[in-house]
Protein backbone atom coordinates (compact mmCIF):
# COMPACT_ATOMS: atom_id res chain seq x y z
CA UNK A 1 0.00 0.00 0.00
CA UNK A 2 2.69 2.18 0.90
CA UNK A 3 4.46 1.87 -2.80
CA UNK A 4 1.27 2.56 -4.42
CA UNK A 5 1.07 5.83 -2.85
CA UNK A 6 4.44 6.81 -3.17
CA UNK A 7 3.63 6.49 -7.45
CA UNK A 8 0.54 8.48 -6.27
CA UNK A 9 2.42 11.15 -5.27
CA UNK A 10 4.90 11.09 -8.20
CA UNK A 11 2.05 10.98 -10.50
CA UNK A 12 0.90 13.90 -8.55
CA UNK A 13 4.42 15.55 -9.59
CA UNK A 14 4.28 14.67 -13.06
CA UNK A 15 0.95 16.84 -13.68
CA UNK A 16 1.72 19.73 -11.45
CA UNK A 17 6.01 19.84 -11.27
CA UNK A 18 7.52 21.44 -14.36
CA UNK A 19 11.03 22.06 -13.44
CA UNK A 20 13.83 20.46 -11.58
CA UNK A 21 13.49 20.85 -7.36
CA UNK A 22 15.06 19.86 -4.53
CA UNK A 23 12.59 18.70 -1.90
CA UNK A 24 12.91 18.47 2.31
CA UNK A 25 10.05 20.11 3.04
CA UNK A 26 9.03 20.79 -0.43
CA UNK A 27 7.94 23.80 -2.31
CA UNK A 28 4.06 22.53 -2.98
CA UNK A 29 2.42 24.00 -5.86
CA UNK A 30 -0.17 26.75 -5.17
CA UNK A 31 -3.14 25.38 -5.91
CA UNK A 32 -2.88 22.81 -3.03
CA UNK A 33 -5.57 23.58 -0.50
CA UNK A 34 -5.38 23.76 3.33
CA UNK A 35 -7.44 20.66 3.78
CA UNK A 36 -5.21 18.04 2.40
CA UNK A 37 -3.87 14.50 3.53
CA UNK A 38 -0.07 13.58 4.33
CA UNK A 39 1.19 10.68 2.56
CA UNK A 40 4.83 8.88 2.48
CA UNK A 41 7.09 8.94 -0.22
CA UNK A 42 9.49 5.96 0.17
CA UNK A 43 11.62 4.67 -2.79
CA UNK A 44 14.06 1.89 -2.34
CA UNK A 45 17.88 2.70 -3.40
CA UNK A 46 20.81 0.18 -2.53
CA UNK A 47 22.21 2.75 -0.28
CA UNK A 48 19.54 4.46 1.58
CA UNK A 49 16.36 4.84 1.34
CA UNK A 50 14.63 8.58 0.58
CA UNK A 51 11.31 9.47 2.41
CA UNK A 52 9.68 12.47 2.72
CA UNK A 53 6.15 14.02 3.15
CA UNK A 54 4.13 15.64 0.60
CA UNK A 55 0.80 17.08 1.52
CA UNK A 56 -1.51 16.68 -1.55
CA UNK A 57 -5.35 17.77 -1.88
CA UNK A 58 -8.34 15.01 -1.21
CA UNK A 59 -9.13 13.90 -4.18
CA UNK A 60 -9.93 10.71 -6.44
CA UNK A 61 -6.69 8.61 -6.95
CA UNK A 62 -5.46 7.80 -10.34
CA UNK A 63 -5.53 4.66 -10.99
CA UNK A 64 -1.71 2.86 -10.84
CA UNK A 65 -0.33 -0.28 -11.85
CA UNK A 66 1.61 -2.06 -9.11
CA UNK A 67 3.78 -2.95 -11.48
CA UNK A 68 4.27 0.94 -12.46
CA UNK A 69 7.45 1.10 -9.91
CA UNK A 70 10.66 -0.57 -10.70
CA UNK A 71 13.39 -0.34 -8.32
CA UNK A 72 17.25 0.02 -8.71
CA UNK A 73 20.24 1.15 -7.92
CA UNK A 74 19.83 5.20 -7.39
CA UNK A 75 16.46 5.54 -9.50
CA UNK A 76 12.74 4.70 -8.89
CA UNK A 77 11.55 5.28 -12.24
CA UNK A 78 7.29 6.06 -12.84
CA UNK A 79 6.87 5.32 -16.46
CA UNK A 80 4.22 8.46 -18.04
CA UNK A 81 0.35 7.65 -19.06
CA UNK A 82 -0.79 7.15 -15.02
CA UNK A 83 -5.01 7.47 -15.44
CA UNK A 84 -7.09 8.51 -17.75
CA UNK A 85 -5.72 12.14 -18.48
CA UNK A 86 -2.15 10.94 -18.05
CA UNK A 87 -2.79 7.70 -20.28
CA UNK A 88 -3.79 9.98 -23.41
CA UNK A 89 -1.74 12.82 -22.65
CA UNK A 90 1.88 12.15 -20.91
CA UNK A 91 3.69 14.83 -20.50
CA UNK A 92 7.06 14.17 -18.61
CA UNK A 93 9.01 11.17 -17.58
CA UNK A 94 10.25 11.63 -13.76
CA UNK A 95 13.41 10.14 -12.04
CA UNK A 96 13.74 10.54 -8.39
CA UNK A 97 17.64 10.21 -6.91
CA UNK A 98 19.14 10.56 -4.05
CA UNK A 99 22.22 13.01 -4.29
CA UNK A 100 25.89 11.10 -4.15
CA UNK A 101 26.96 12.77 -1.44
CA UNK A 102 24.24 12.31 1.13
CA UNK A 103 24.53 9.57 3.58
CA UNK A 104 21.93 7.45 4.09
CA UNK A 105 18.68 7.94 6.00
CA UNK A 106 19.19 11.37 4.32
CA UNK A 107 15.46 12.69 3.49
CA UNK A 108 16.42 14.58 0.82
CA UNK A 109 16.67 13.90 -2.67
CA UNK A 110 15.56 15.68 -6.20
CA UNK A 111 13.26 15.39 -8.74
CA UNK A 112 14.06 15.50 -12.26
CA UNK A 113 11.57 16.18 -14.81
CA UNK A 114 12.22 15.15 -18.44
CA UNK A 115 9.47 16.72 -20.87
CA UNK A 116 7.82 15.65 -23.97
CA UNK A 117 9.57 17.86 -25.96
CA UNK A 118 13.30 16.39 -24.98
CA UNK A 119 11.97 12.89 -25.76
CA UNK A 120 10.61 13.59 -29.21
CA UNK A 121 14.05 15.54 -29.78
CA UNK A 122 16.01 12.25 -28.62
CA UNK A 123 13.32 10.16 -30.97
CA UNK A 124 14.29 12.47 -34.06
CA UNK A 125 18.14 12.30 -33.72
CA UNK A 126 18.12 8.13 -32.75
CA UNK A 127 16.34 8.10 -36.29
CA UNK A 128 18.53 9.82 -38.00
CA UNK A 129 21.37 8.33 -36.58
CA UNK A 130 19.98 4.80 -36.78
CA UNK A 131 18.27 5.59 -40.26
CA UNK A 132 15.08 4.54 -38.77
CA UNK A 133 11.51 4.79 -39.49
CA UNK A 134 8.45 4.83 -37.00
CA UNK A 135 5.00 3.36 -38.41
CA UNK A 136 2.35 3.91 -36.02
CA UNK A 137 -1.39 2.58 -36.44
CA UNK A 138 -4.07 4.90 -36.42
CA UNK A 139 -5.14 3.61 -32.96
CA UNK A 140 -2.19 4.28 -31.20
CA UNK A 141 -1.73 7.39 -28.51
CA UNK A 142 -1.53 10.98 -29.66
CA UNK A 143 2.12 11.30 -28.85
CA UNK A 144 3.45 7.77 -30.70
CA UNK A 145 1.04 9.29 -33.58
CA UNK A 146 2.79 12.20 -33.91
CA UNK A 147 6.14 11.28 -33.47
CA UNK A 148 5.40 8.51 -36.48
CA UNK A 149 7.12 9.09 -40.09
CA UNK A 150 3.93 7.09 -41.19
CA UNK A 151 0.14 6.78 -39.88
CA UNK A 152 -2.43 4.64 -41.61
CA UNK A 153 -4.07 1.00 -41.30
CA UNK A 154 -2.50 -2.44 -41.49
CA UNK A 155 -2.68 -1.97 -45.63
CA UNK A 156 -1.19 0.71 -45.85
CA UNK A 157 1.35 0.57 -43.40
CA UNK A 158 2.75 -3.00 -45.15
CA UNK A 159 2.83 -1.46 -47.90
CA UNK A 160 5.35 1.00 -46.71
CA UNK A 161 7.26 -1.59 -44.79
CA UNK A 162 7.94 -3.75 -48.07
CA UNK A 163 9.46 -0.48 -50.09
CA UNK A 164 11.70 1.29 -47.20
CA UNK A 165 14.60 2.19 -47.55
CA UNK A 166 15.04 2.45 -44.26
CA UNK A 167 17.57 0.42 -42.12
CA UNK A 168 15.23 -0.15 -38.89
CA UNK A 169 11.77 0.09 -38.68
CA UNK A 170 9.98 1.14 -35.40
CA UNK A 171 6.60 -0.12 -35.59
CA UNK A 172 4.16 0.57 -33.21
CA UNK A 173 1.02 -1.29 -33.43
CA UNK A 174 0.30 -4.75 -32.06
CA UNK A 175 2.37 -7.78 -33.02
CA UNK A 176 1.03 -9.20 -36.00
CA UNK A 177 1.55 -5.72 -37.43
CA UNK A 178 5.17 -5.60 -37.01
CA UNK A 179 5.13 -9.31 -37.61
CA UNK A 180 4.32 -8.79 -41.21
CA UNK A 181 6.84 -5.63 -41.48
CA UNK A 182 9.67 -8.40 -40.83
CA UNK A 183 8.17 -10.64 -43.41
CA UNK A 184 7.85 -8.34 -45.83
CA UNK A 185 10.83 -6.80 -44.84
CA UNK A 186 13.24 -9.97 -43.76
CA UNK A 187 16.27 -7.64 -44.20
CA UNK A 188 15.61 -5.06 -41.52
CA UNK A 189 15.74 -4.53 -38.37
CA UNK A 190 12.28 -4.47 -37.11
CA UNK A 191 11.23 -3.53 -33.48
CA UNK A 192 7.91 -3.99 -31.79
CA UNK A 193 8.60 -1.40 -28.58
CA UNK A 194 6.40 -3.38 -26.35
CA UNK A 195 6.32 -7.20 -26.55
CA UNK A 196 3.17 -7.14 -24.56
CA UNK A 197 1.10 -5.06 -26.85
CA UNK A 198 -0.55 -7.99 -28.81
CA UNK A 199 -3.74 -8.32 -30.32
CA UNK A 200 -6.23 -10.36 -28.68
CA UNK A 201 -8.09 -11.75 -31.92
CA UNK A 202 -4.74 -13.46 -33.35
CA UNK A 203 -5.01 -15.11 -30.55
CA UNK A 204 -8.03 -16.59 -31.24
CA UNK A 205 -6.90 -18.83 -34.12
CA UNK A 206 -3.78 -21.59 -34.10
CA UNK A 207 -2.09 -23.20 -36.58
CA UNK A 208 -3.62 -26.99 -35.77
CA UNK A 209 -7.13 -25.41 -35.35
CA UNK A 210 -6.63 -23.95 -38.68
CA UNK A 211 -4.90 -26.90 -40.38
CA UNK A 212 -8.17 -29.05 -39.27
CA UNK A 213 -10.47 -26.62 -40.72
CA UNK A 214 -8.86 -27.09 -43.47
CA UNK A 215 -8.69 -30.70 -43.50
CA UNK A 216 -12.72 -30.69 -43.38
CA UNK A 217 -13.38 -28.63 -46.15
CA UNK A 218 -10.58 -29.94 -49.07
CA UNK A 219 -12.35 -27.69 -51.61
CA UNK A 220 -11.95 -24.13 -50.03
CA UNK A 221 -9.53 -21.47 -50.66
CA UNK A 222 -8.11 -20.30 -46.94
CA UNK A 223 -8.62 -16.41 -46.35
CA UNK A 224 -6.59 -14.95 -43.17
CA UNK A 225 -7.12 -11.52 -42.12
CA UNK A 226 -4.07 -9.68 -41.60
CA UNK A 227 -4.84 -9.79 -37.97
CA UNK A 228 -2.90 -13.12 -37.05
CA UNK A 229 0.57 -14.83 -36.25
CA UNK A 230 3.01 -15.35 -38.71
CA UNK A 231 2.66 -18.79 -38.07
CA UNK A 232 -1.29 -18.70 -39.22
CA UNK A 233 -0.28 -16.74 -42.31
CA UNK A 234 2.33 -19.58 -43.38
CA UNK A 235 -0.49 -21.81 -43.56
CA UNK A 236 -2.73 -19.87 -45.77
CA UNK A 237 -3.47 -19.01 -49.25
CA UNK A 238 -3.82 -15.28 -49.12
CA UNK A 239 -4.28 -12.49 -46.45
CA UNK A 240 -6.45 -9.52 -46.56
CA UNK A 241 -7.25 -6.43 -44.50
CA UNK A 242 -10.53 -4.87 -43.77
CA UNK A 243 -9.80 -2.80 -46.85
CA UNK A 244 -9.47 -5.07 -49.44
CA UNK A 245 -11.43 -8.48 -47.86
CA UNK A 246 -14.08 -7.79 -50.43
CA UNK A 247 -11.47 -7.50 -53.93
CA UNK A 248 -9.49 -10.90 -51.95
CA UNK A 249 -12.20 -13.34 -51.66
CA UNK A 250 -13.83 -12.04 -55.62
CA UNK A 251 -10.26 -12.74 -56.79
CA UNK A 252 -10.18 -16.25 -55.80
CA UNK A 253 -11.67 -19.32 -58.12
CA UNK A 254 -12.79 -21.18 -55.41
CA UNK A 255 -16.80 -21.59 -54.73
CA UNK A 256 -15.78 -22.05 -51.02
CA UNK A 257 -13.75 -19.67 -48.44
CA UNK A 258 -12.17 -20.56 -45.04
CA UNK A 259 -12.50 -17.12 -43.65
CA UNK A 260 -10.15 -16.79 -40.07
CA UNK A 261 -10.25 -15.11 -37.78
CA UNK A 262 -12.79 -12.00 -37.71
CA UNK A 263 -16.51 -13.91 -38.31
CA UNK A 264 -17.92 -10.18 -38.18
CA UNK A 265 -15.59 -9.39 -41.33
CA UNK A 266 -16.13 -12.43 -42.99
CA UNK A 267 -20.10 -11.46 -42.65
CA UNK A 268 -19.45 -8.07 -44.15
CA UNK A 269 -17.69 -9.75 -46.87
CA UNK A 270 -20.37 -12.25 -47.80
CA UNK A 271 -22.88 -9.36 -48.28
CA UNK A 272 -20.80 -8.81 -51.58
CA UNK A 273 -19.87 -12.54 -52.38
CA UNK A 274 -23.28 -14.29 -51.80
CA UNK A 275 -22.82 -16.68 -54.30
CA UNK A 276 -19.39 -18.09 -52.25
CA UNK A 277 -20.16 -20.68 -49.27
CA UNK A 278 -18.18 -19.40 -46.37
CA UNK A 279 -16.88 -21.48 -43.52
CA UNK A 280 -16.32 -18.69 -40.89
CA UNK A 281 -13.76 -18.98 -37.26
CA UNK A 282 -15.58 -17.55 -34.85
CA UNK A 283 -13.08 -14.94 -33.33
CA UNK A 284 -13.85 -11.47 -33.05
CA UNK A 285 -12.19 -7.54 -32.55
CA UNK A 286 -13.39 -7.20 -29.04
CA UNK A 287 -13.36 -3.62 -29.42
CA UNK A 288 -15.91 -3.81 -32.74
CA UNK A 289 -17.86 -6.11 -30.88
CA UNK A 290 -18.50 -4.18 -28.13
CA UNK A 291 -19.91 -0.84 -29.66
CA UNK A 292 -23.39 -1.80 -29.90
CA UNK A 293 -26.55 -0.19 -31.98
CA UNK A 294 -27.65 1.87 -28.67
CA UNK A 295 -24.02 3.87 -28.69
CA UNK A 296 -24.10 4.93 -32.32
CA UNK A 297 -27.85 5.29 -31.91
CA UNK A 298 -27.41 7.64 -28.54
CA UNK A 299 -25.18 9.50 -30.49
CA UNK A 300 -27.30 10.06 -33.34
CA UNK A 301 -30.16 11.24 -31.39
CA UNK A 302 -27.32 13.74 -30.09
CA UNK A 303 -25.97 14.74 -33.32
CA UNK A 304 -28.65 13.87 -36.24
CA UNK A 305 -27.11 15.35 -39.31
CA UNK A 306 -23.85 13.66 -38.56
CA UNK A 307 -22.50 10.90 -40.90
CA UNK A 308 -21.95 7.24 -39.26
CA UNK A 309 -18.87 5.89 -40.31
CA UNK A 310 -17.63 2.23 -39.01
CA UNK A 311 -15.77 -0.74 -39.43
CA UNK A 312 -16.39 -3.54 -40.84
CA UNK A 313 -15.01 -5.73 -37.74
CA UNK A 314 -18.64 -4.21 -36.11
CA UNK A 315 -21.37 -6.36 -35.59
CA UNK A 316 -24.02 -6.21 -38.40
CA UNK A 317 -26.57 -4.59 -36.66
CA UNK A 318 -24.00 -2.09 -36.33
CA UNK A 319 -23.23 -1.82 -39.91
CA UNK A 320 -26.79 -1.73 -41.30
CA UNK A 321 -26.84 1.55 -39.37
CA UNK A 322 -24.23 3.08 -41.00
CA UNK A 323 -23.77 5.31 -43.79
CA UNK A 324 -20.56 4.11 -44.57
CA UNK A 325 -18.52 1.40 -43.67
CA UNK A 326 -14.70 1.53 -44.06
CA UNK A 327 -11.13 0.69 -42.65
CA UNK A 328 -9.47 3.53 -40.95
CA UNK A 329 -7.59 4.45 -43.94
CA UNK A 330 -11.19 4.70 -45.73
CA UNK A 331 -12.60 6.69 -43.15
CA UNK A 332 -9.90 9.42 -43.57
CA UNK A 333 -10.19 9.66 -47.47
CA UNK A 334 -14.30 9.86 -46.80
CA UNK A 335 -13.74 12.23 -44.10
CA UNK A 336 -11.52 14.40 -46.37
CA UNK A 337 -13.91 14.75 -49.36
CA UNK A 338 -17.49 14.17 -47.59
CA UNK A 339 -19.10 17.77 -46.91
CA UNK A 340 -20.81 16.88 -43.88
CA UNK A 341 -19.58 18.60 -40.82
CA UNK A 342 -19.80 15.76 -38.10
CA UNK A 343 -19.22 11.65 -38.08
CA UNK A 344 -20.37 9.18 -35.50
CA UNK A 345 -17.31 6.64 -35.76
CA UNK A 346 -17.90 2.95 -34.96
CA UNK A 347 -14.13 2.13 -34.17
CA UNK A 348 -11.73 2.31 -31.78
CA UNK A 349 -11.55 5.91 -29.62
CA UNK A 350 -8.10 7.04 -30.39
CA UNK A 351 -8.86 7.47 -34.34
CA UNK A 352 -10.33 9.88 -33.60
CA UNK A 353 -7.19 12.37 -32.95
CA UNK A 354 -5.65 11.66 -36.50
CA UNK A 355 -9.21 12.25 -38.24
CA UNK A 356 -9.64 15.43 -35.98
CA UNK A 357 -5.79 16.65 -36.51
CA UNK A 358 -6.32 15.88 -40.39
CA UNK A 359 -9.65 17.91 -40.87
CA UNK A 360 -9.44 20.33 -38.26
CA UNK A 361 -12.63 22.24 -39.78
CA UNK A 362 -14.78 19.01 -38.89
CA UNK A 363 -16.38 16.90 -35.64
CA UNK A 364 -15.52 13.59 -34.99
CA UNK A 365 -17.36 12.10 -32.38
CA UNK A 366 -16.43 8.29 -31.23
CA UNK A 367 -17.67 5.96 -28.75
CA UNK A 368 -16.06 6.66 -25.36
CA UNK A 369 -16.01 3.10 -24.38
CA UNK A 370 -14.04 1.66 -27.90
CA UNK A 371 -10.64 1.17 -26.15
CA UNK A 372 -7.82 -1.06 -27.36
CA UNK A 373 -5.85 -1.40 -24.26
CA UNK A 374 -3.00 -3.08 -26.45
CA UNK A 375 -2.62 -0.36 -29.11
CA UNK A 376 -2.31 2.05 -26.07
CA UNK A 377 0.63 0.18 -24.14
CA UNK A 378 3.18 1.82 -26.35
CA UNK A 379 4.27 4.97 -24.73
CA UNK A 380 6.66 7.98 -26.19
CA UNK A 381 9.42 6.51 -23.65
CA UNK A 382 8.88 2.91 -25.31
CA UNK A 383 9.56 4.61 -28.76
CA UNK A 384 12.52 5.87 -27.28
CA UNK A 385 13.92 3.19 -25.64
CA UNK A 386 13.66 1.02 -28.69
CA UNK A 387 15.79 3.50 -30.78
CA UNK A 388 18.26 3.77 -28.26
CA UNK A 389 18.53 -0.24 -27.86
CA UNK A 390 17.20 -1.84 -31.20
CA UNK A 391 15.07 -3.98 -28.87
CA UNK A 392 12.85 -5.63 -28.48
CA UNK A 393 13.50 -7.52 -31.92
CA UNK A 394 10.87 -9.23 -34.48
CA UNK A 395 12.67 -12.73 -34.90
CA UNK A 396 11.20 -15.10 -37.27
CA UNK A 397 12.58 -18.45 -39.00
CA UNK A 398 13.62 -18.43 -42.50
CA UNK A 399 10.89 -21.08 -42.92
CA UNK A 400 7.75 -19.10 -41.62
CA UNK A 401 9.47 -15.84 -43.50
CA UNK A 402 9.03 -17.60 -46.65
CA UNK A 403 6.14 -19.54 -46.53
CA UNK A 404 3.98 -16.27 -44.42
CA UNK A 405 5.31 -13.88 -47.57
CA UNK A 406 3.58 -14.87 -50.29
CA UNK A 407 0.08 -14.49 -49.12
CA UNK A 408 1.27 -11.18 -47.55
CA UNK A 409 2.81 -10.23 -50.51
CA UNK A 410 -0.89 -11.31 -52.65
CA UNK A 411 -3.04 -9.37 -50.42
CA UNK A 412 -0.32 -5.90 -51.30
CA UNK A 413 -0.82 -6.73 -54.57
CA UNK A 414 -4.28 -6.64 -54.93
CA UNK A 415 -4.52 -3.19 -53.52
CA UNK A 416 -7.26 -1.18 -51.53
CA UNK A 417 -11.45 -1.46 -51.94
CA UNK A 418 -12.11 1.32 -50.33
Known amino acids: MQCIQSLRVLAYLTTHVTSRRTFGTPDLPARCSPTTQTLRLCCAFKDSTLKTHLDLPRRKPVGIPAEGAAKSEGVCRVPTGIGKSLLERPRHSVKVRTFDNIPPGSSRGVIEITSKEKIVEKIQRLKKERNAIILAHNYQVPEVQDVGDYLGDSLNLSKIAAGTNADVIV ?60 EVKAEVDICCTSSNAVRVVKSLPNKEIIFVPDVNLGLYVQRFVPEKRFIFWRGYCHVHQNIDVEDIRELKEKHPAAEIMVHPECQPAVIDMADHVYSTQGMMQ ?28 KFFLPVENAICTAMKKIKLED ?25 LEKMVDIGRGD
Open 334 to 361: HARDSSARKFILGTEREMSYRLGKENPD
Open 171 to 230: FCGVDFMAESAKILSPGKVVIHPVRGASCPMAAMIDVESLRELQRANPEAATVAYVNTTA
Open 383 to 407: VLNSLETLEPRIELSQDIIERARLP
